[in-house]
């Protein structure tokens, strides 16, 4: 079995951690492929037994690879989604960050998840993902995202006008910072701090939700996620921002911008008594009340 383990990075008070991963993994003949710049940070300071093999990009990710080990938060997770692209690879997220919603394993959880690893004794929750479209070459290789897509204003500009349509029909004008559309995965993300609504996993669904909107009567709406969502931008710079989860580029009002659900998905690891309620419940303190 081939593990590939992606990081952005660890805190020297974690290099402990990492030698438990390695002994586990060797001890249950796993091989583990890691990603070379976190490889590079910490193959000095630890007394490594082994040659490790490493890997760069997307590119070098082979049908060998059995899943996809994320060490660290949230973050770290959306990272490692664009790693995988198409290729259907599962992703575990193994939380040496703070709150840790999607990366919901404890490292404390560590041997039992490689465990699961090894036996098969957990369970894949398919995400949706959200594709964007532009008239101009925009994210590369990689226009989609987990969580969310959202247009935002730049810095200290004005509020800004998007015009939005469903299927080419009109929806709204939203004066306002910004728009999200999120996931289902993303509705508990910068959705939910915007008071969007929590919708599941597997709601088919997508959330929009305006950024600080300069109305009463405007309100985060739930659509399915069948509809191709497209904008119009207009405000008084030349410029807005266009975000994919983490990743952003300043583009101009006058490139065309539409949103769709992506033809693929990603496939994310839990183990079996971890389940979204339960995620709700101990992650965000979800209906927590001192009568209960």
């Known amino acids: 079995m081939r593990i590939a383990i992606y990081s952005r990075g660890i805190e020297n008070n974690q290099h402990h951690d990492i030698i438990l991963l390695l002994d ?14 976190f490889f590079n940070q910490f193959y000095s300071a630890i007394d490594l037994k082994s040659k490790y093999s490493t890997f760069n990009s997307y590119d070098d990710l082979d049908e060998s690879i059995d899943c996809i ?32 919603f999607l990366a919901n394993i404890g490292k404390e959880e560590l041997y039992s998840a490689i465990e699961a690893l090894v036996n098969h004794t957990f369970v894949l929750d398919k ?15 990689v226009p989609y995202a987990l969580n969310e897509f959202s247009l935002h204003k730049k810095d200290t500009s004005p509020m800004i006008k998007i015009h939005t349509y469903l299927n080419g029909e009109f929806l709204n004008t939203y004066w306002a910072d910004g728009l999200i559309v999120a996931t289902p995965t993303g509705s508990t993300g910068y959705s939910l701090s915007c008071n969007g609504p929590v919708v599941f996993p597997d709601s088919q669904s997508f959330v929009i939700t305006p950024v ?3 109305n009463l009567n405007i309100r985060p709406i739930v659509v399915p996620d069948d509809n191709i969502i497209s ?3 207009e405000g008084r710079t030349d410029g807005f921002l266009c975000t994919l989860d983490s990743r952003r580029e300043l583009v101009t009002k006058e490139v065309q911008i539409a949103v769709k ?5 990603i496939n994310l690891i839990r183990l079996n008594e971890n389940n979204f309620l339960q995620t709700l419940r101990n992650k965000l303190s979800w209906g927590l009340d001192k009568r209960n």
């Open 261 to 265: 659900k992506e033809k693929f998905g």
């Open 127 to 141: 995400r949706t993902l959200i594709h964007l479209d532009a008239d101009v070459p925009l994210f590369g290789e």
């Open 231 to 233: 904008f119009e931008v």
């Open 212 to 214: 600080s909107p300069h």
């Open 69 to 100: 080990i994320s060490l660290g938060g949230d973050g770290t997770l959306l990272d490692t989604v664009t790693l995988v692209r198409d290729k259907g690879t599962p992703v575990v997220g193994i939380n040496y960050g703070r709150l840790g």
């Open 24 to 37: 586990e993994l060797a001890h249950r003949g796993v091989e583990p492929v890691f990603y070379q710049d």
